[in-house]
């Protein structure tokens, strides 16, 4: 099964700064500190590498998780508008 399929090139890119990004590099550098203070290290000082390398992990993963609901969504809805197109005697116009 394949992550993102061809036909998701033709969306716009989600914002680089978007809730998954943010939230899931917060969980790596969390997830840094919480390795630093496992092993008694100081928390804040040591592996400073490690946490930028889980804060960019993060990053990347929550771009691309993000990415791909924005995919699904897009999807769901040219299925519901393809079925209203196909079916208009059941969506009437509101008369007002």
């Given at each position: 099964m394949v992550f993102l399929p061809d036909e998701s090139r033709s969306l716009p890119p989600p914002p680089?700064?978007?809730k998954g990004s943010v939230w899931?590099?917060?969980a790596g550098w969390m997830s840094a500190l919480l390795n630093n203070a496992f092993n008694k290290r100081p928390i804040i000082r040591a592996g400073v590498h490690r946490?930028?390398?889980f804060v960019?992990?993060?990053w990347f993963v929550g771009y691309q998780l993000v990415k791909r609901a924005e995919y699904v969504y897009a999807k769901a809805d040219r299925e519901l508008f393809e079925y209203i197109r196909h079916h208009?005697?059941?969506f009437h116009a509101p008369t007002g």
């Open positions: 680089l700064f978007n899931l590099g917060f946490q930028i390398l960019t992990l993060g208009p005697v059941d």
